[in-house]
T-cell receptor, first 114, second 113 residues
Framework: DGGITQSPKYLFRKEGQNVTLSCEQN?????MYWYRQDPGQGLRLIYY???????QKGDIAEGYSVSREKKESFPLTVTSAQKNPTAFYLC?????????????FGPGTRLTVT | AQSVSQHNHHVILSEAASLELGCNYS??????LFWYVQYPGQHLQLLLKYFSGDPLVKGIKGFEAEFIKSKFSFNLRKPSVQWSDTAEYFCGAVTDSWGKLQFGAGTQVVVTP
């Protein structure tokens, strides 16, 4: 059953701690993306990656870091430098290079930092 | 900077009413347009998309959208909504070769029985 998995569904951390959110896809997609969803602000792009070992900053990359060591995995680290980390985080992937840029989304991780 | 605007943040309507959600984008070149829907507790999923050709695009669940280039708009419509259409709807645009998807702020739609 192909798709995108994100774990965990809910995550709680203390302020000052780094935390890593997992994203795995078995769709054989080239491109992967991380978004942050806040009420009334839609989805904002944090980082994206078109190929393994390469990634680009999105619109709100400050305080976040990523890696892309494998095609199927794109973990996101929320660092202590992120001033307002509590949010719903969505991972997505797409088949880059095709005429379609349709992105497929995972179920999301809700991060709460206190 | 390119942007996507959704005019309504909250819409409440009764079953069988018609729905139209506005979406405008600010980009003068080639643009690929999308509408995504997020039902309560579910993944964000694609409703429909426009790349080229017929500007009237039909999607899943009876939704359609019309691309009007002169107005930079891609409004979503459904002639008769159901209670199950209660969800948040997001308009998105891809304007570069990287496939970066710029989203609007979303519209929360509540359909009352």
């Amino acid at each position: 059953d192909g798709g995108i998995t994100q774990s965990p569904k809910y995550l709680f951390r203390k302020e000052g701690q780094n935390v890593t959110l997992s994203c795995e896809q078995n769709l054989n997609h080239d491109a992967m993306y991380w978004y942050r969803q806040d009420p009334g602000q839609g989805l904002r792009l944090i980082y994206y990656s078109q190929i393994v070992n390469d990634f680009q900053k999105g619109d709100i990359a400050e305080g976040y870091s990523v890696s892309r060591e494998k095609k199927e995995s794109f973990p996101l680290t929320v660092t202590s430098a992120q001033k307002n980390p509590t949010a719903f985080y969505l991972c997505a992937s797409s088949l880059h290079g095709q005429s379609s840029y349709e992105q497929y989304f995972g179920p999301g991780t809700r991060l709460t930092v206190t | 900077a390119q942007s996507v605007s959704q005019h309504n943040h909250h819409v409440i309507l009764s079953e069988a009413a018609s729905l139209e959600l506005g979406c405008n984008y600010s980009y003068g070149g080639t643009v690929n347009l999308f509408w995504y829907v997020q039902y309560p507790g579910q993944h964000l999923q694609l409703l429909l998309k426009y790349f080229s050709g017929d500007p009237l695009v039909k999607g899943i669940k009876g939704f359609e959208a019309e691309f009007i280039k002169s107005k930079f708009s891609f409004n979503l419509r459904k002639p008769s909504v159901q209670w199950s259409d209660t969800a948040e709807y997001f308009c998105g645009a891809v304007t570069d070769s990287w496939g970066k998807l710029q989203f609007g702020a979303g519209t929360q739609v509540v359909v009352t029985p």
